[in-house]
Nanobody, 124 residues
Framework: QVQLVESGGGLVQAGGSLRLSCAAS????????MAWFRQAPGKEREFVAA????????YYADSVKGRFTISRDNAKNTVYLQMNSLKSEDTAVYYC?????????????????WGQGSQVTVSS
C-alpha cells in the first residue's frame, strides 16, 4: 500500500519560512518523480514544484520561482519543499504527489499517488 505523508505545515508571518516534508512508503521511491501542488479555498489545485527521480532536474511555477526549493533524499524516501519569503497568497493546503512519468508534468491528473495535505497559512 502506497502512502505519502506530509508534515511541516503551520502558521507563519509574511516573509517567514517553512519546510514541508513528504515521507513515502510502499513504493520504490527512487523510481518516481515527485511534486508539490497546492489548493487555496475556492480555487483549483495548482502545480508548485517537481523533481525528477534522480533529483537532477527541478521545475517550478513562476509564482514560487526563486522563493521555493524542492529537493529529495532517496535514502530516506522523502521529498522536501523549502519555502522562503512567504506571502499571504501562498496560503493553501499543500499536497505531495508521485508520478511514474520521467519528466514530471504540471497537471495533477498525471499523478498516481497523493498525500493527505498539509495546511500552510501565511499571515500578513
Amino acid at each position: 500500500q502506497v502512502q505519502l505523508v506530509e508534515s511541516g505545515g503551520g502558521l507563519v508571518q509574511a516573509g517567514g519560512s517553512l519546510r514541508l516534508s513528504c515521507a513515502a512508503s510502499g513504493v520504490t521511491f527512487s523510481n518516481w518523480a515527485m511534486a508539490w501542488f497546492r489548493q487555496a479555498p475556492g480555487k483549483e489545485r495548482e502545480f508548485v514544484a517537481a523533481i525528477r527521480w534522480s533529483g537532477g532536474m527541478t521545475y517550478y511555477a513562476d509564482s514560487v520561482k526563486g522563493r521555493f526549493t524542492i529537493s529529495r533524499d532517496n535514502a530516506k524516501n522523502t521529498v522536501y519543499l523549502q519555502m522562503n519569503s512567504l506571502k499571504s497568497e501562498d496560503t493553501a493546503v499543500y499536497y505531495c504527489a508521485a508520478t511514474a512519468v520521467v519528466a514530471p508534468p504540471q497537471v495533477a491528473s498525471w499523478y498516481d499517488y497523493w498525500g493527505q495535505g498539509s495546511q500552510v497559512t501565511v499571515s500578513s
